[in-house]
């Protein structure tokens, strides 16, 4: 899941935050929940006063994010959609919010470093039903204290106050932390409802999805066959959209499903969902360790999925291949297959 790993090493760009004595930051994981592997973008959404950056922050982001702005000088707004990625370019993103003034907003979900990135908006909104997800940092070899006394700076640099970051610190690494809306406000995270007119509703599952993806692993043997069985018809009508548009949904990018399925099959899948929540909130104590999960996935085939044109396709195959097996081995099966046990 979301494992913190820390390179020690500057870049030497003049905006980035090693003159603060940080080191780079990323966190990955395996897929479904990839967070530094998510494919980044930065475009202006219809209107030209919104640019969107979606996927995991990595060196080129701040890059391509101050040539979109000064192409398009009328962006007064940039909207995050991202499970994490590299802290250091996440806080030069910031610096260029604040530099030029921009707000920032959050229709779906940003998690962990994209929080820091978030904060440098002059003005911060979330949607409805957007979350902002945080957890403590890890890394082999690098002690706990250093890591803590790493974000600690990050975020109290950006206002943040120590309670607040004190839990952020209490969150394991393996899991994430999603603050209230009051918690929010009261931290300075939310600086009011939103604007009208700044963001159109998401449907119901995507506004949930990568959030449930990333606690997908405590859900229920039950509730992961429900969901197996709202994901198979879901990858095919994601099939005959590309390959990418597949992968990405699948690793946390925004996709509109709107077109793709009926209202009340949406709202099928975020019962579904809801009951993902449910479960974690319960706490039940479940997983695989990973012999058996190497075992599971094999059987399944799921170590040829690649990031191709058939990845959808062949991801249902494995997916359908976990439902027909009998009761009491399908759970754990989808628990190998989505959730990386």
């Not at 390179?7 to 780079?24: E, I, K, M, N, Y």
């Not at 997908?216 to 509730?223: F, G, K, Q, V, Y």
Request: proline share 6%.
């Amino acid at each position: 899941m979301m494992i913190w790993r820390v390179l020690v090493a500057c870049l030497l760009a003049s905006r980035l935050a090693c003159a603060q004595g940080l080191p780079t930051v990323y966190h990955e994981s395996s897929p479904p929940n990839a967070e530094f592997d998510v494919e980044a973008s930065v475009h202006v959404l219809p209107g030209g006063t919104v640019a969107e950056l979606s996927g995991s922050f990595s060196k080129v982001v701040p890059l391509a994010l101050e040539t979109v702005l000064t192409r398009t000088p009328s962006v007064r707004t940039v909207r995050f959609e991202s499970p994490g990625g590299d802290v250091a370019s996440a806080l030069v993103v910031a610096r260029i919010l604040r530099d030029r003034g921009l707000d920032s907003y959050v229709g779906r979900g940003c998690n962990s470093a994209c929080t820091l990135a978030f904060l440098g908006g002059q003005r911060r909104f979330l949607a409805d039903g957007a979350r902002l997800g945080f957890h403590r940092a890890s890394a082999p070899g690098v002690a706990p204290s250093r890591l803590d006394a790493m974000l600690r700076d990050a975020y109290g640099q950006q206002g943040v106050p120590s309670g607040f970051i004190d839990h952020v610190l209490r969150t394991p690494p393996d899991s994430a932390w999603f603050p209230a809306r009051e918690e929010l406000r009261e931290a300075g995270f939310v600086s009011g409802p939103v604007p009208a007119g700044l963001g159109a509703p998401d449907d119901p599952v995507s506004a949930v999805w990568a959030e449930s993806l990333a606690v997908l692993r405590w859900a229920s043997d039950a509730t992961l066959v429900r969901f197996g069985q709202m994901l198979a018809p879901l990858l095919g009508a994601l099939a005959n959209r590309g390959g990418d548009v597949c992968w990405g949904f699948m690793h946390g990018a925004p996709t509109d499903l709107s077109a793709m399925a009926r209202k009340s099959a949406l709202e099928e899948m975020a019962a579904v969902l809801k009951q993902v929540g449910d479960d974690v909130r319960g706490a039940p104590a479940v997983g695989i360790d990973n012999a058996e999960r190497t075992r599971l996935r094999a059987e399944l085939g799921a170590d040829a999925l690649k990031r191709d044109a058939n990845y959808c396709r062949a991801l249902r195959g494995t997916v359908d291949a976990a439902l027909g097996l009998p009761d009491g081995a399908r759970g754990p099966a989808l628990r190998a297959l989505l959730a990386g046990g």
